[in-house]
């Protein structure tokens, strides 16, 4: 790419650093700087901004660029991404979205605590969301590092180290400065462009094709090196019994972690009423369900029309399938058209990730602030130095993001992304549905859950292939694989039930019906919600 096509995208990434900028500014000279305007931004959107705002927090660099990525090298077995993303939302529809508006104020801490003792469970659920925020993160770092590596011709280390290091510093202004309410608009805008930019890739696909899918997918295999196999299952997760259990384990925690995601739960805070949050959901099912579909035939495209090969040569982990594709599209990397359309296509990818780490760093600082901080400190603490942790930990949170993302360069985004809806689901999601439909449970149980599932999840993960003792490792000179999945979800989300039920059986207290029941009333009916 010419320094000239490089000057455009760099334009196109300033600009909409300047919008996010400009909102975050304008934002922070209206707010009154309480906890409910910082944390749900005075609960004032309609189901349809929640809704676009959901779907912008969800559809992230793994989304955008992994997927298409994965697709484009894996074929059918990519597409596991793209099923489980979106038939997690059903959980989050049917078990989760009015009964967490209902019984939670700011945090997943919220909803557990309503019936239990407050201290060693907000300190369980709040380290819980802070570990999955955190790695939930190193993929949109890694996400942002290949792009802009990508952009400048730079495959090595130092455009991307800076990049990181840049996307780690706005993710702290975005939360410090506009809380909420500018995160939301942020992810209202970024969900428009990424829209836009899809549907206008999908439909330049399908015009090389004549809007013929079944050509789409033979050239894709034919290009591939696989053949018929590019399109069945086996090409990624196929072989060994290693693999196939490794596929079942990602679909797993893809299908039940959305649920126990920290910034998806947060959102659901921003509305005024529980109807309203179904509402959201139900908007950001149809944004997102059209969007993934979206990604298969821009997966599929970059496979058809690039071939493998030549992703793979600009990132082994297929993170630039989507941007090639783009300037391929628009008639060549070198010419004119390519260099426009791979610019406005970056600089969406950019603006996907600036906008989805500063809802994980705000729901992370929340649960520092809010459930952390708080639990240390007496219940009459101002609410305002409340505020003042969570912008205070905003900063260690990027920092801790940016040293990790650093380190994390090499992986595809959706893969990294996959790791936190394992801990997401093991951790989470079953001290969630045990208190809301556990009449029993108990505090130790709640406490014994989070741990059960955090503690494995995490610990498989450092045993497993992803660390070490292969070529794709994060160090792969040292061994101490003894974890043959590379995702553990299969076996840490069992777990995280096991061991909730296991603490509440054990325990010698005694759950207390009368809480239990007002914190039904208050799930089914929202009498007494906030």
Not at 370 to 379: E, N
Not at 492 to 521: K, Q
């Amino acid at each position: 790419m010419t320094s000239e096509h490089q000057a455009l995208a760099l334009i196109l990434f300033s600009v909409f650093i300047a919008v996010t900028l400009g909102i975050t500014t304008w934002v922070s000279r209206n707010r009154h700087g309480s906890a409910e305007e910082f944390y749900a931004g005075g609960r004032l959107f309609s189901p349809l901004e929640n809704g676009f705002a959901i779907a912008g927090d969800y559809m992230s660099a793994a989304s955008f660029l992994g997927i298409s990525g994965l697709i484009a090298l894996f074929g059918y077995d990519g597409l596991m991404y793209s099923v489980g993303f979106l038939v997690a939302w059903l959980v989050v529809l049917f078990l989760v979205a009015e009964l967490v508006r209902n019984c939670g104020r700011f945090t997943l801490a919220d909803v557990v605590a309503a019936r239990m003792s407050e201290r060693p469970v907000r300190i369980a659920a709040g380290t819980s969301s802070v570990v999955v925020s955190v790695l939930y993160l190193v993929a949109q770092m890694v996400g942002a590092g290949s792009l802009v590596g990508l952009l400048l011709s730079d495959s090595g280390r130092a455009a991307r180290t800076l990049t990181v290091i840049g996307v780690g510093a706005l993710m702290v202004i975005y939360v410090s400065f506009g809380g909420m309410r500018a995160t939301t608009w942020i992810q209202i805008v970024k969900a428009v462009l990424l829209m836009g930019g899809a549907i206008t890739l999908t439909v330049m696909v399908l015009l090389r094709f004549h809007g013929n899918f079944d050509q789409l997918l033979s050239t894709a295999a034919d290009r591939s090196g696989h053949g018929a196999r590019f399109l069945g299952p086996g090409l990624k997760y196929g072989g060994d019994w290693t693999a196939r259990v490794d596929f079942m384990s990602l679909g797993l925690a893809l299908v039940l972690g959305t649920a126990g995601l920290p910034h998806i739960l947060s959102r659901f805070y921003t509305v005024p009423t529980a109807r309203a949050a179904r509402r959201s959901v139900v908007w950001a099912i149809a944004l997102i369900g059209g969007f993934y579909l979206m990604t298969i035939v821009l997966g599929f495209g970059a496979a058809a029309l690039l071939g493998p090969e030549q992703v793979k040569a600009s990132n082994a982990s297929g993170n630039t399938a989507v941007p090639l594709l783009a300037a391929f599209l628009g008639g060549g990397a070198e010419s004119t058209g390519g260099a426009v359309l791979f610019a406005f296509v970056a600089a969406i990818a950019f603006a996907t990730i600036l906008a989805v780490v500063a809802g994980i760093t705000l729901a992370s600082s929340a649960s520092v602030a809010h459930d952390l901080y708080a639990s240390l400190k007496r219940r009459h603490a101002r609410q305002r130095s409340e505020v003042a942790v969570a912008r205070a930990a905003a900063v260690g949170i990027g920092a801790m993001a940016i040293a990790l993302g650093l380190l994390a360069q090499d992986l595809n985004v959706a893969f990294l992304v996959g790791l936190a809806f394992a801990v997401a689901a093991s951790a989470n999601l079953p001290v969630l549905l045990y208190s809301l439909f556990w009449r029993g449970f108990t505090t130790r149980g709640a406490v014994w859950s989070v741990y059960g599932g955090l503690v494995p999840a995490v610990l498989l993960v450092v045993l497993s292939p992803v660390v070490s003792g292969s070529p794709e490792s994060l160090f792969p000179g040292v061994d101490f694989q003894y974890f043959p999945l590379q995702n553990p979800g299969i076996v840490s989300i069992p777990l995280g039930f096991l061991a909730g039920w296991l603490g509440t059986v054990t325990s010698a207290e005694e759950a207390d019906e009368r809480l239990h029941a007002e914190t039904e009333v208050r799930s089914l009916t929202g009498a007494g919600a906030v």
